[in-house]
Nanobody, 121 residues
């Protein structure tokens, strides 16, 4: 059974930092590409950071480049997102998932509960 459990969100002032964690099912962790997605208020869910291969290459959306870092701990089946210099535009629910998202069936995708990040303006 596939499962992604996100944690680490919270309320942080502009300029602050947070580290998000995502526990990934052991059965798939070593064989899939993982990324972090963000859904801001009234916006679609966008991919903001991702691994590009199983060797650990990374890629970032321009909106977070230079501020966010994706990393992984293979021993813990966990992926992290270090977020620095946060701005109100970073507010949203953050999800981890495979890239592309894990598909359950036709037009159906698995998403965890996400973790809320709020940066007040």
């Amino acid at each position: 059974q596939v499962q992604f459990v996100e944690s680490g969100g919270g309320l942080v002032q502009a300029g602050g930092s947070l580290r998000l964690s995502c526990k990934v099912s052991e059965t798939i962790f070593g064989s899939v590409i993982i990324g972090w997605y963000r859904q801001g208020p009234g916006r679609q869910r966008d991919l903001v950071a991702r691994f590009t291969n199983l060797a650990g290459g990374t890629n970032y959306d321009d909106s977070v480049k230079g501020r966010f870092t994706i990393s992984r701990d293979n021993a813990k089946n966990t992926v992290y997102l270090q977020m620095n210099s946060l701005t109100p535009e970073d507010t949203g629910v953050y999800y981890c998932n495979t890239v592309p998202p894990w598909q359950l069936g036709a037009q159906r995708y698995y998403w965890g509960q996400g973790t809320q990040v709020t940066v007040p303006s």
